[in-house]
């Protein structure tokens, strides 16, 4: 089925570790986006990319580095995790078949750092 | 960079009753309007959105107006439901043109609560 899965969905980690949130997508978007969000509330872009090899810093700094290897796949890891990363991060997508470029969202990774 | 505005932070209704949630934005060249939907523990999902070359768009209980000029859009939800209580939130884009690629500006949500 086409859809953008993002893993874990939860996980809770102690300060000073490096992990990786996974993203991906099937439905053949060229356009990634990662938001944080914190509980309930406001959006806040990350990070955004075009396509393969090209990532962009969003509109909220962020200690987080993305990748972008295959079309399918955007990856975000924090090399040093501290408390206040703690929020939940989406991931989204968009349709390359229209000019407006709807945003399709996984279901997030709710990041507690301990 | 474009700044969207979203009023107000929480709504309260009786079941049957009408809701608006108004949002203005700040980047006159913005031409794409879309309206998610995120229930409790889900991710956001799109309910309805407008471009700039029409005033109003409908969807059965749900209607959303832009005012250009004016630089402000809302939604209208008519014949409120339980199930229809969740945050929502305007955004804005700019579309394709432009370097924006499709990047969405969210406003600040509102929280809607529909009381049976």
């Known amino acids: 089925e086409a859809d953008i899965y993002q893993t874990p969905r939860y996980l809770v980690i102690g300060t000073g570790k490096k992990i990786t949130l996974e993203c991906s997508q099937t439905?053949?978007?060229?356009?990634m986006y990662w938001y944080q969000q914190d509980p309930g509330m406001e959006l806040h872009l990350i990070h955004y990319?075009?396509?393969?090899?090209?990532?962009e810093k969003g509109d909220l700094s962020s200690e987080s580095t993305v990748s972008r290897i295959r079309t399918e796949h955007f990856p975000l890891t924090l090399e040093s995790a501290r408390p206040s990363h703690t929020s939940q991060y989406l991931c989204?997508?968009?349709?390359?078949?229209?000019?407006?470029?709807?945003?399709?969202f996984g279901p997030g990774t709710r990041l507690t750092v301990t | 960079g474009e700044n969207v505005e979203q009023h107000p932070s929480t709504l309260s209704v009786q079941e049957g009753d009408s809701a608006v949630i108004k949002c203005t934005y700040s980047?006159?060249?913005?031409?794409?309007f879309p309206w998610y939907k995120q229930e409790l523990g889900k991710r956001p999902q799109l309910i309805i959105d407008?471009?700039?070359?029409?005033g109003e768009k409908k969807d059965q209980r749900i209607a959303v107006t832009l005012n250009k000029t004016a630089k402000h859009f809302s939604l209208h939800i008519t014949e409120t439901q339980p199930e229809d209580s969740a945050v929502y939130f305007c955004?804005?884009?700019?579309?394709?043109?432009?370097?924006?690629?499709?990047?969405?500006?969210f406003g600040q949500g509102t929280i809607l609560t529909v009381h049976p």
């Open positions: 989204a997508s968009s349709s390359p078949g229209t000019a407006f470029y709807e945003q399709y």
């Open positions: 439905m053949g978007h060229d356009k």
């Open positions: 990319s075009y396509g393969v090899n090209s990532t």
């Open positions: 980047d006159s060249a913005s031409n794409y």
């Open positions: 407008i471009r700039s070359n029409v």
């Open positions: 955004a804005a884009s700019t579309g394709a043109g432009g370097t924006s690629y499709g990047k969405l500006t």
